[in-house]
């Protein structure tokens, strides 16, 4: 069995915290990226997932003004969140 893990990195670039969220997944088929944060969509089987967390996750960085995208570029499954400098001080204080 293949090791799982989680690897999260934070950085600061071009005057913007920037967050890479990464996983041992195989990664995320290309036929549903378009749908990723849509509420209530899951390619759980019935009765396995509401299909929210991912629409609930960039409703909160919608909140703080802050993006949240898939890197296509990454042989993992990985997320990057950006935050701007200036909106990540103020919620901070």
Do not use: Q, Y
């Amino acid at each position: 069995m293949p090791t799982k893990w989680v690897k999260i990195l934070a950085f600061e670039r071009d005057k913007e915290i920037v967050v890479h969220i990464s996983d041992s997944g195989n990664g995320i088929n290309r036929s549903i990226v378009d749908r990723l944060f849509d509420p209530f969509f899951t390619t759980k089987p019935a009765g396995r997932g509401t299909g929210l967390g991912l629409s609930i996750v960039k409703g909160i960085l919608d909140d703080h003004k802050a993006t949240i995208e898939l890197r296509r570029d990454e042989p993992f499954t990985c997320f990057e969140i950006r935050f701007s400098e200036h909106a990540a001080v103020k919620n901070v204080v």
